[in-house]
């Protein structure tokens, strides 16, 4: 493919996009597939000839499509956004273009501080500290990582190194295995399965704190856990607090638990992945009240800020602890500039108290959790086995899609509002085919 042809054919790739995206409502959300399906469909072996476009346009309208679950369809419901939009898929085309790898500012100086920069925009929007920014002589910053997962990991892997040579300050003697097996880190029960998976990669123990009637982490539970594990010789060291919990957007107290961290020389990170973008607006700031405690923050631009995966924003307050646990100079990395610094769709809320309201009106059904942002968790009243069938006819039907999640001992439906294209009227057709299937779930004789 020369330069003519390229621009022949990207033209005809924008036209096919802009074709499935403004005709995406037309598509059946979720797949009717079964798992191998596209292996017979396929060659077994890469071709030794190149295909044709049309040919392969045609493959992936008869071939891939079909398979595809259409997450930007106004009928999908499930988990959380996953954000595009028109402008953010033009920046990709001269992202790839330009092709730099920006692992330091030598290997791209207007990468690196662009980034530096557009992080300092991004946290001034959210009315971050001034700790978190790099500014001009800022001890701070932002980087951009690929996920809140990959956040929360780096921001353990940081904590364990910064504690075991502060232990190692004061006792030389010490050893870094002797000290890695008394570290312990902490979350609430509600926290993702993401940082569970943090303290399995960093080595350490990870305890769950039990949260309370809103499924938040408060003081007295996480200060009761630090004095049992202190009794027994651990060594407390990191928190992971969730603002916007991925099983129903509860959200622990940070005025609590932030003072009992910074009391006890223990990392604070705070994982706000899908909650963190509200905090533009000015009537959801307060929750993220408590900020001013952690050493580090992260939430996901790519969910509700109109931004492509992966684009997951995370701010230190001192980027030497971070650079400190990673730093690496083989020679070819080296140069002169070694320690260079480093629009959304608020709809959602209203959408989702718009269905909110519809579960409310209807007596057979129950609301499970405060309705805080864009995710409403919802159930009908009765078993955990009449929400499932009512979960499978939701799913088998294939008009939305949603996912479930646990509170408690509670099977719960989450009704996440996702799509940039989602509008009212999506809503309560939603509505209405989940109250019909629940009539005739209802109706249906039982065992």
Same mark, same amino acid.
């Given at each position: 493919m020369d330069s003519a042809e390229f621009r022949r054919r990207g033209?005809?790739? @924008?036209?096919? @996009?802009?074709?499935?995206?403004?005709?995406?409502?037309?598509?059946?959300?979720?797949?009717?597939?079964?798992?191998?399906?596209?292996? /017979?469909?396929?060659?077994?072996?890469?071709? !030794?000839?190149?295909?044709?476009?049309?040919?392969?346009i045609s493959d992936v309208e008869k071939i891939i499509m079909p398979g595809v679950t259409h997450w930007h369809s106004p009928f999908f419901?499930?988990?959380?956004?996953?954000?595009? #939009?028109? /402008?953010?898929?033009?920046?990709?085309?001269?992202?790839?273009?330009?092709?730099?790898?920006?692992?330091?500012?030598?290997?791209?100086?207007?990468?690196?501080?662009?980034?530096?920069?557009?992080?300092?925009?991004?946290? *001034?929007?959210?009315?971050?500290?001034?700790?978190?920014?790099?500014?001009?002589?800022g001890e701070g910053g932002g980087v951009i990582q690929g996920s809140a997962s990959e956040a929360t990991l780096v921001a353990l892997l940081a904590a364990r190194t910064k504690v075991t040579r502060r232990l190692q300050a004061a006792s030389p003697g010490l050893t870094q295995g002797a000290i890695m097996e008394k570290l312990v880190a902490y979350s609430?029960?509600?926290?993702?399965?993401? @940082?569970?998976?943090?303290?399995?990669?960093?080595?350490?123990?990870?305890?769950?704190?039990?949260?309370?009637g809103k499924f938040a982490m408060r003081a007295s539970a996480l200060? !009761?856990?630090? !004095?049992?594990?202190?009794?027994?010789?651990?060594?407390?060291?990191?928190?992971?607090?969730?603002?916007?919990?991925? #099983?129903?957007?509860?959200?622990?107290?940070?005025?609590?638990v932030g003072p009992i961290c910074n009391k006890e020389d223990m990392w604070l990170h705070i994982d706000a992945a899908y909650a963190g973008s509200s905090f533009i607006c000015p009537e959801f700031?307060?929750?993220?009240?408590?900020?001013?405690?952690?050493? #580090?923050?992260?939430?996901?631009?790519?969910?509700?800020?109109?931004?492509?995966?992966?684009?997951?924003?995370?701010?230190? *307050?001192?980027?030497t602890d971070l650079i400190g646990a990673f730093k690496l100079d083989p020679l070819y990395l080296k140069h002169n500039h070694q320690d260079s610094g480093l629009i959304t769709d608020y709809r959602h809320v209203g959408l989702a108290h718009q269905f909110e309201r519809l579960v409310q009106q209807d007596p057979r059904f129950e609301i499970c959790t405060e309705v805080t942002l864009g995710l409403v968790c919802f159930r009908l009243k009765g078993s955990n086995r009449l929400n499932e069938e009512l979960l499978e006819r939701i799913n088998s039907a294939k008009k939305i899609h949603l996912?479930?999640?646990?509170?408690?001992?509670?099977? @719960?439906?989450?009704?996440?509002?996702?799509?940039?294209?989602?509008?009212?009227?999506?809503?309560?057709?939603?509505?209405?085919?989940?109250?019909?299937?629940?009539?005739?779930?209802?109706?249906?004789?039982?065992?």
């Amino acid at each position: 493919m020369d330069s003519a042809e390229f621009r022949r054919r990207g033209k005809e790739m @924008v036209d096919f @996009v802009a074709d499935y995206l403004e005709g995406i409502e037309g598509r059946q959300v979720y797949p009717d597939v079964e798992p191998g399906y596209l292996r /017979p469909l396929i060659p077994t072996t890469a071709p !030794e000839e190149p295909d044709t476009f049309e040919d392969i346009i045609s493959d992936v309208e008869k071939i891939i499509m079909p398979g595809v679950t259409h997450w930007h369809s106004p009928f999908f419901f499930a988990y959380f956004p996953s954000a595009n #939009s028109y /402008p953010a898929l033009l920046a990709d085309i001269l992202c790839g273009a330009i092709g730099c790898i920006g692992f330091s500012w030598a290997a791209s100086p207007a990468c690196t501080e662009l980034e530096t920069v557009m992080m300092d925009w991004l946290g *001034k929007m959210l009315k971050l500290p001034e700790a978190f920014l790099a500014g001009q002589v800022g001890e701070g910053g932002g980087v951009i990582q690929g996920s809140a997962s990959e956040a929360t990991l780096v921001a353990l892997l940081a904590a364990r190194t910064k504690v075991t040579r502060r232990l190692q300050a004061a006792s030389p003697g010490l050893t870094q295995g002797a000290i890695m097996e008394k570290l312990v880190a902490y979350s609430s029960d509600q926290a993702h399965s993401s @940082v569970e998976r943090a303290g399995l990669i960093g080595g350490v123990k990870l305890k769950a704190i039990p949260s309370d009637g809103k499924f938040a982490m408060r003081a007295s539970a996480l200060q !009761e856990a630090l !004095e049992r594990d202190k009794a027994e010789g651990l060594i407390p060291f990191f928190v992971v607090a969730t603002l916007g919990t991925t #099983s129903c957007c509860s959200f622990d107290n940070l005025l609590e638990v932030g003072p009992i961290c910074n009391k006890e020389d223990m990392w604070l990170h705070i994982d706000a992945a899908y909650a963190g973008s509200s905090f533009i607006c000015p009537e959801f700031r307060h929750l993220l009240n408590g900020v001013e405690f952690a050493d #580090s923050f992260n939430f996901n631009p790519h969910k509700w800020l109109l931004v492509n995966f992966d684009c997951s924003a995370m701010w230190v *307050k001192k980027r030497t602890d971070l650079i400190g646990a990673f730093k690496l100079d083989p020679l070819y990395l080296k140069h002169n500039h070694q320690d260079s610094g480093l629009i959304t769709d608020y709809r959602h809320v209203g959408l989702a108290h718009q269905f909110e309201r519809l579960v409310q009106q209807d007596p057979r059904f129950e609301i499970c959790t405060e309705v805080t942002l864009g995710l409403v968790c919802f159930r009908l009243k009765g078993s955990n086995r009449l929400n499932e069938e009512l979960l499978e006819r939701i799913n088998s039907a294939k008009k939305i899609h949603l996912v479930p999640c646990h509170l408690r001992d509670k099977f @719960v439906l989450r009704f996440a509002i996702c799509a940039r294209t989602v509008e009212s009227a999506h809503v309560q057709l939603a509505w209405e085919h989940v109250a019909q299937l629940a009539t005739s779930l209802l109706a249906a004789p039982r065992d």
